[in-house]
């Protein structure tokens, strides 16, 4: 397959999206951006972009047609619901666009006898704290109505590789954060209520470990395993900078200059303690606190960016699966 190509990116709209979008046109491609703009997704993300948008949902007869119409060579599908916190107040979102929207997708990779990268996550893999550190086919072991959702995408996708002979493959990145991450996620909620003067919320004692990996990193990588990954592979993409939540409040609160105020809350129901994942090849990362230093500047520039998000009650709300009307 030739560098450049025809790729459709579904979820463009998002965070991780706009990145892949960005990415593409560096490496001078103009894609397919089909996204339902939920409150997720914003045509703000694209800004300065160079693409072609279709307005649509993953589990309707337009992705079909706007499928067809671009025909592209490659789709990478990143349109999820996406914040565990949401899965545990309200599965069913989780499981029509994670699970049966990426049927959608695959049926129409399938007709239309497209390559597809699908976007999972290191979340399918379960705690670390319970079942170690897992390798590319490690067992999926999800947790939470979300991780549980992308495991049984991600079944499906390998079902249709088997049976259908699908060139089709999946990349879990692991906890990314950077620009554009929208503010009911736990980095850009620190930032923004600590230059609001707010406490920020930190489930139980906050020694949850996770991996990080700054966007532009994920973006990078997912563009490669588009266009050359092997089918039938689920590729482990961990960021390699390990950190627990109140290490993370740390790095924000040194790269803001500020304190940040933490306020321990009961903690989520289900909560991993860990992720770990080997990766299924190397490549180099950026340093978390340079990832870091960047995301703060960031937000601090783009006020106007995060300040129309303020009303989100995942935002806003301590406990918010459980307080949420
Ligand atoms: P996001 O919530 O920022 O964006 C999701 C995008 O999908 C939004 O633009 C939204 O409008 C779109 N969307 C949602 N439902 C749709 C539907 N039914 N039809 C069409 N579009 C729809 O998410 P993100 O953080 O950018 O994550 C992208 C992908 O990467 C997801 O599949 C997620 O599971 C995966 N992932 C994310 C992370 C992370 O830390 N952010 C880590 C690992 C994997």
């Given at each position: 397959m030739t560098e450049t190509v025809r790729v459709a990116v579904l979820g463009g709209a998002g965070f991780i999206g706009s990145a892949v979008v960005r990415e593409l046109n560096r490496r001078g491609m103009r894609p397919l951006v089909f996204d339902?703009?939920?409150?997720?997704?914003?045509p703000e993300n694209l800004q300065g972009t160079d693409h072609e948008f279709v307005r649509g949902?993953?589990?309707?007869p337009e992705l079909h047609e706007a499928l067809s119409r671009f025909r592209p060579e490659v789709i990478i599908n990143l349109a999820a619901e996406t914040h565990v916190d949401r899965s545990i107040y309200s599965p069913q979102d989780f499981v029509t666009t994670n699970v049966i929207g990426a049927v959608n997708v695959l049926e129409a990779a399938r007709r239309l006898g497209v390559r597809l990268l699908h976007v999972s996550t290191d979340?399918?893999?379960?705690?670390a704290s319970v079942y170690g550190c897992a390798d590319e086919s490690s067992p999926l072991r999800p947790s939470s109505p979300y991780s549980a959702s992308k495991a049984s995408a991600e079944h499906f996708v390998l079902a249709y590789v088997r049976?259908?002979?699908?060139?089709a493959l999946v990349a879990r990145p692991s906890n990314n954060y950077g620009p554009?991450?929208?503010?009911?996620?736990l980095i850009p909620k620190a930032i923004i209520r600590t230059l609001l003067g707010l406490e920020v919320p930190v489930y139980g004692s906050g020694l949850q470990r996770r991996d990080w990996m700054y966007v532009e990193d994920t973006a990078r990588l997912l563009v490669d395993l588009a266009l050359k990954g092997e089918a039938g592979r689920g590729y482990n993409l961990p960021g390699g900078h390990v950190a627990t939540n109140l290490e993370i409040l740390g790095l924000i609160g040194r790269a803001l200059g500020r304190e940040v105020k933490i306020k321990h809350v009961e903690d989520r129901p289900g909560h991993d303690v860990e992720y770990c994942m080997r990766p299924s090849f190397s490549y180099w990362t950026t340093p978390l606190e340079d990832g870091i230093g960047r995301t703060v500047r960031w937000y601090i520039e783009n006020q106007e960016w995060w300040r129309p998000l303020l009303g989100n009650k995942f935002f806003v709300n301590e406990v918010p699966w459980r307080s949420v009307g």
């Open positions: 339902l703009l939920t409150y997720a997704g914003r949902d993953i589990r309707g979340e399918v893999f379960g705690d049976t259908y002979g699908l060139e554009r991450q929208h503010p009911e996620k």
